[in-house]
T-cell receptor
């Protein structure tokens, strides 16, 4: 069975600090997808990234970067120079069977960026 | 429309009543998904549609839950004889095809008294 663990329930940082959100997953499949979503206070989930299990290259998008390591089954998310607008709940998710249909979500990490 | 829309945004009902939640996907998106998010928790998958067919209903928590979809457009999630544990935010998402990135609506907050 697939499982996603986000051990950090809440994180607070001061603006401009870097912060890393951890995600550890479990799956028996060799083909799977990993996702990160942001849920701001408005409640609407915003898609951030999708990675497939065959692509371990790290990715950078502006202040966001992702570190995918199959050896440790982790897909961590780093925000560089955090801003108040980054405050939100961040969810990591996994989809097995290579279809990216049914997503299994972690319990989320509440990030608060203080001014 | 620009994004996925859901109605109502909030629904308060009494235990034992039936409720219908509506989702309008992004135009052109063939796949549609329903999730449930309990307070302070992650999302639980309920069901997905490819067109108007629902190949995977494994996430529906009980036979009180059902969903249908008309063509490749609107979907309705129905909860019969609501219970207090049904209280949650029900989120709908759509994607161009099943397997593509899912775009989420704002959710319907259901409160069962």
């Amino acid at each position: 069975a697939q499982k996603v663990t986000q051990a950090q329930t809440e994180i607070s940082v001061v603006e401009k600090e870097d912060v890393t959100l951890d995600c550890v997953y479990e799956t028996r499949d060799t083909t799977y997808y990993l996702f990160w979503y942001k849920q701001p206070p408005s409640g609407e989930l915003v898609f951030l990234i999708r990675r497939n299990s065959f692509d371990e290259q790290n990715e950078i998008s502006g202040r966001y970067s992702w570190n995918f390591q199959k050896s440790t089954s982790s897909f961590n998310f780093t925000i560089t120079a955090s801003q108040v607008v980054d405050s939100a709940v961040y969810f990591c998710a996994l989809s097995e069977d290579g279809s990216a249909r049914q997503l299994t979500f972690g319990s989320g990490t509440q990030l608060t960026v203080l001014p | 429309g620009a994004g996925v829309s859901q109605s109502p945004s909030n629904k308060v009902t009494e235990k034992g009543k039936d409720v219908e939640l509506r989702c309008d996907p992004i135009s052109g998106h063939t796949a549609l998904y329903w999730y449930r998010q309990r307070l302070g928790q992650g999302l639980e998958f309920l069901i997905y549609f490819q067109g108007n067919s629902a190949p995977d209903k494994s996430g529906l928590p009980s036979d009180r839950f059902s969903a249908e979809r008309t063509g490749e457009s609107v979907s309705t999630l129905t909860i019969q004889r609501t219970q207090q544990e049904d209280s949650a935010v029900y989120l709908c998402a759509s994607s161009f095809y099943s397997g593509n990135e899912q775009f989420f609506g704002p959710g319907t907050r259901l409160t069962v008294l």
